[in-house]
């Protein structure tokens, strides 16, 4: 089936396209950084961020973010804990940007042109990995967005939990799987082993 994609009722949404999981520098980089290189997660990202700016359509972003005050949940699960340790997406707080310039949270550079444009719409951040936290579906409600297209960070986690809960919320969405990438673990041969089958280039 194919999806009718009109600029007036379609956006792009990216998810978490921020250094700790898609730079080399990231905190995250040895997990997820195989899973980036081999979709070229990266360079098809930008290009979709090309195209629509180009043509008009609306681009949103869903960061994830951890302030200090968020060391003070009761539980967490064992990802959670893991990104609190390696200070993943951290920010000094929500009010202020002291050192967040090249930080892990900071975009990739070479995002910076599109999203730092004064159009592309950077929604409240989620906290563990839905929409369900922040007030994306609002801002894509608030401007007639009824169908997405998706992409960015983590295929099995985020991009995942992000396309459940607008699939739930009564939006078309169609995920591009060669812009986004996931971890990978080491199975008891040591080999490394995806998460799911490698993502393959579609039509655009």
Known sequence: MTMDIQKTNTAVVFIDPQNDVLSEKGANWAAV???????????????????????????????????????????NGPLETDEFRTHSFARSGPLNLASFSNSGADWLERFKPYIED???????????????????????????????????????MCVESHLRELLEQGFEVAVVKDATA???????????LPLSRPCRVVDR
């Open 118 to 156: 004064g159009k592309t719409i950077v929604v409240s951040p989620h906290k563990v990995w839905g929409s369900q936290t922040n007030d994306l579906v609002l801002q894509l409600r608030k401007r007639g967005i009824s169908k997405i297209i998706l992409g960015g960070m983590l295929a099995n």
């Open 33 to 75: 950084g195989a899973s980036v290189t081999e979709n070229r997660t990266v360079e098809n990202m930008e290009r979709i961020f090309k195209a629509a700016k180009a043509n008009g359509y609306e681009v949103f972003i869903s960061p994830h973010y951890f302030y200090p005050t968020d060391s003070g949940w009761k539980f």
């Open 182 to 192: 996931m971890g990978r673990w080491l199975s008891s041969g040591d080999d490394q």
